[in-house]
T-cell receptor
Framework: AQSVTQLGSHVSVSEGALVLLRCNYS??????LFWYVQYPNQGLQLLLK??????LVKGINGFEAEFKKSETSFHLTKPSAHMSDAAEYFC????????????FGTGTRLTIIP | DAMVIQNPRYQVTQFGKPVTLSCSQT?????MYWYQQKSSQAPKLLFH???????NEADTPDNFQSRRPNTSFCFLDIRSPGLGDAAMYLC?????????????FGPGTRLLVL
């Protein structure tokens, strides 16, 4: 079965600094990877997804992620943090084999320091 | 705007008293999902409908049931809520339920069990 691991349940960055949220996956077949964002008391919103096309994926709100097969990683980055980026971020994986359900990581809470 | 709507946003029930949560969608998607998300945890898939076909996750307790009377609506019934069922319940939809598709989430219903 596939899985994702998000390193760091809490990440704090200063406004204007680089945001880096880490996600590593485990899958025996090619994965499809997603980043979702959840603002307080709201549902999840898709930021971006990797579906075996370009390895560098650009998403909404200035976020991007790079699929690195050799490192089994799909880290999320943003060059300059904004106060509105404060939220919970979930990495998720699915595969085109067997049980295709979306499996989420445990999330990373991003805090922006003014 | 097409969207996923969940009512109510907050639900308080008593221990053992049946409760129903509602989800509706204007996206005309074939697939509807129910997730349970406990505090600081990843969303956990309970079950999903592909059109009228019900798919239950193996570890979903029998206490949880679902109904989908038509394409637009889906209900989550908790027959005898326990204290451990207090959580955010998220409804999501997708077009065909394929692995690479985006899931569109509603804002969630936060359930409190007294």
């Amino acid at each position: 079965a596939q899985s994702v691991t998000q390193l760091g349940s809490h990440v704090s960055v200063s406004e204007g600094a680089l945001v880096l949220l880490r996600c590593n996956y485990s899958s025996s077949v090619p994965p499809y990877l997603f980043w979702y964002v959840q603002y307080p008391n709201q549902g999840l919103q898709l930021l971006l997804k990797y579906t075996s096309a370009a390895t560098l994926v650009k998403g909404i709100n200035g976020f991007e992620a790079e699929f690195k097969k050799s490192e089994t990683s799909f880290h999320l980055t943003k060059p300059s943090a904004h106060m509105s980026d404060a939220a919970e971020y979930f990495c998720a994986v699915t595969v085109n084999f067997g049980n295709e359900k979306l499996t989420f990581g445990t999330g990373t809470r991003l805090t922006i320091i003014p | 705007d097409a969207m996923v709507i969940q009512n109510p946003r907050y639900q308080v029930t008593q221990f053992g008293k049946p409760v129903t949560l509602s989800c509706s969608q204007t996206l005309n998607h074939n697939v509807m999902y129910w997730y349970q998300q406990k505090s600081s945890q990843a969303p956990k898939l309970l079950f999903h409908y592909y059109d009228k076909d019900f798919n239950n996750e193996a570890d979903t307790p029998d206490n949880f049931q679902s109904r989908r009377p038509n394409t637009s609506f889906c209900f989550l019934d908790i027959r005898s809520p326990g204290l451990g069922d207090a959580a955010m319940y998220l409804c999501a939809t997708s077009t065909e339920g394929r692995y690479q598709e985006t899931q569109y989430f509603g804002p969630g219903t936060r359930l409190l069990v007294l």
